[in-house]
């Protein structure tokens, strides 16, 4: 793992962003932009934003500065309005309509800054029938087709954390739409709107799935085609200390090498046989029971045989290969993702660690000349209406 470094400039170097407080896709997007150099004022709200974990080791907070402003004061909107006229992007992720009922919503921002870039993060999107539901990933997934992909016909879909929805469909995507609206933005002076939607982004991910449906190429049922866990050379076996090995040999020259490791040759023209793959299947499994996950790693070590172990999210950052490119890295005693992707010209780095609610008040109101945001003398300063 590297150590990352205290500073650093960033591709967004010089982008404000002002991100108001949730959970989720939002806060991940708003860590990208920030990843990536943006700098990022989080506007939390008094109390915290309900999520059950230290503020401390929130990694989606990192690089991001913090003031907490209670929208529903009556000073609250204007605070927040001071900051979008500085800014060039927002990021929010309330139900639809909250915002503009909080007094921050599209058209009181771009009457403050008609340039601005307006991101919203949500899982149904801002219209349809759904839209005011409450939902999570595993929902949204479930209505796109994703989730049905998932998993063996015997047992439910199991849930894939959250990263397909939140993260690939969800936060991804607002920060596409984002730089596009940017990019747009700074070419015409006009703002726009975002509207991100996790079932939006997750059934586009299927782009590819859909087209092979259409030609005939891929059943719509699960653990039945090439890449769902139906073809016994693209799936995951266990080994003989109860851990696992993943098998991606797809093609003819990965697929002969990994049956010649693997010490079934014979069954090369099972790949092609689907009537085969049943007995292909239970070969191969008979065999990776044989060894331990290591002992198997170090079969396949340096070949082309596209296999390679199942690491804990503990074991990843001390694989020989993420260490060398240092895809993790250390920050404040926290191992983490390091920022991806990576530029050439202007390298992203973890610049701090995660924000703490209402930490850079101060910083904030001088560096972006926003006075409001600091108390005012008569102001009781534990107020819950008070930014600090």
Request: charged share 20%.
């Amino acid at each position: 793992m590297t150590m990352a470094r205290a500073a650093g400039n960033g591709p967004l170097t010089g982008v404000r962003v002002v991100e108001l407080a949730g959970i989720g896709p939002g806060p991940f997007a708003a860590m990208l932009l920030a990843d990536l150099g943006a700098d990022v004022v989080r506007v939390d709200r008094p109390g915290g934003a309900g999520l059950a974990i230290d503020p401390a080791c929130d990694v989606t907070n990192r690089g991001k500065r913090s003031v907490v402003v209670d929208l529903k004061s009556p000073h609250g909107p204007a605070r927040v309005l001071d900051l979008v006229e500085r800014a060039g992007i927002l990021i929010e992720g309330y139900r639809p309509g909250v915002a503009e009922r909080l007094g921050v919503g599209p058209a009181e921002c771009h009457a403050r800054n008609p340039g601005l870039v307006y991101g919203r993060m949500t899982g149904w999107g801002q219209q349809g029938p759904l839209a005011h539901r409450a939902g999570h990933d595993i929902a949204y997934l479930a209505l796109t087709g994703t989730l049905g992909m998932i998993g063996t016909p015997d047992q439910p879909p199991p849930p894939p954390a959250n990263l397909l929805g939140d993260y690939a469909g969800g936060s991804l995507y607002l920060v596409v739409g984002i730089l596009a609206a940017l990019h747009h933005a700074r070419a015409t002076g006009t703002g726009q709107v975002v509207d991100a939607a996790i079932v939006d982004g997750a059934a586009h991910l299927g782009a590819m799935i859909h087209g092979m449906l259409a030609a005939g190429g891929w059943q719509d049922r699960r653990a039945a085609n090439l890449l769902d866990g139906g073809c016994p050379y693209y799936g995951t076996y266990e080994t003989a200390d109860g851990k696992y090995m993943a098998v991606g040999a797809l093609e003819r020259q990965f697929y002969d090498e990994f049956l010649r490791l693997l010490g079934v040759e014979d069954q090369a023209a099972a790949r092609k046989d689907v009537t085969r793959w049943g007995e292909l299947r239970e070969q191969i499994a008979a065999r990776f029971k044989t060894r331990t996950r290591d002992e198997w790693t170090a079969v396949f070590d340096g070949t082309d045989a596209c296999v390679a172990p199942v690491l804990t999210l503990r074991e990843a950052p001390h694989h020989p290969h993420l260490a060398a490119r240092g895809t993790f890295t250390d920050h404040g005693g926290i191992t983490q993702p390091a920022p991806a992707p990576r530029f050439s010209q202007t390298p992203a780095t973890v610049r701090t660690g995660p924000a703490q609610p209402g930490a850079h008040t101060a910083d904030v109101a001088h560096d972006w000349d926003v006075p409001g945001l600091l108390p005012a003398p008569q102001e009781d300063p534990h107020s819950p209406g008070n930014p600090q």
